[in-house]
């Protein structure tokens, strides 16, 4: 069980697939912070538009005002601006390098941070900063979706163009083509090729 009274700063990494309820555990965490009385700060990448640039929304519906920003330089100004004890950042994938030693030093400042986001993108390979933050952690947890195929737990992502599973090498923009994401298992997740283990 996670402690929500503030001691000492803290890093708390939620990860999983898309439909795995992050935003949800998330939002579910920011809440229990205010309920105890402390000073909720809530950010996303303004790349995430999905419900507009001021919630944090899950697919279950549960919402939580948030700040949409594109790099993490604003966050230590708006936290010491409002007093915030606790930072919680969806979407972490899709902030650069320069995010880390911004979160770094908002723990040793004596924040919670926790931060959301996806560990696999859509080919299998560990996404952007994610390792990192993992390996960097208090305390991590991974989300398992539920396979749309099969019903399994999931885990991976699988990128669907045009009613068909996307090749590993097919650009992340694709003019015209109808594009979907859906939560599959191990056993039905469907790509191409393997990554290059040793050049990742
Ligand atoms: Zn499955």
Redo the contacts with the bound molecule.
Sequence with gaps: MIDTKIKQGRLEVICGSMFSGKSEELIKRLRRAERAKEKVMAFKSVLDNRYGLENIISHSDTTHQVHAIDSLDVVPGLVEQAGAAVVGIDEIQFFSSDALAIIQSLVEQGKRVIVAGLDLDFRGVPFGIIPTLLALSDDMVKLHAV??????D?HFTQRIINGKPAYYDDPIIMVGATQMYQA??R???VIDKQPNWSQL
């Excluded at 396979?147 to 399994?152: F, L, R, S, V």
């Design positions: 396979c749309d195929i099969c019903g399994a999931a599959r298992c056993d039905c997740y």
